[in-house]
């Protein structure tokens, strides 16, 4: 015996659409968007506050203090693993302020000097405009280094007993 299967293929006038069901629906609701709006108004706002007409001097400010910070950072780090003395200065020249870096020749390797560009927005006020890190770490002088842009200060201070960089940002 041999079964016979059939196939049976509806036509397409039998095809129909189904109305959206119960647990379906299209759009979003009124409490939906109330809650968008409220998202977006409060980003708004908190934008408004961030963006005050200092914001620019600051984000300067900050970043200036963070780089001479580093910068000293490095001196000293140079001075005391390379074995010689680096002093760093801070000039203002043509309008711009520039931080002068001098190793000098030590038993590892010959001299060095680099300077680093500061711009000319930051003003680097403070006393004293130079220091000598030893090879020990230790620096040859306490140092004050106010960094000021607009109204915005920054602070990059070192110790003398030993070399340490520390600064404040605003």
Known sequence: MVAIMSLHFPSRCQLQRHPIGAGRRLGVTLVE????????AAAAIAGGFMLDGQWLSRRSATDVTIEVSEALRTARNTAMMNQTVVSVRHDQIRGREILS?????????????????????PAISGAPTEIFFKPIGSADRALEWKIVDGSTAGLVLVTPVDGNVTHKLP
């Open 33 to 40: 968007t109330i809650m968008v709006v409220t998202l977006l």
């Open 101 to 121: 870096i001098i190793e000098q020749a030590g038993p590892m390797r010959m001299g060095k000097r680099w300077e680093i560009d500061l711009g000319d927005k």
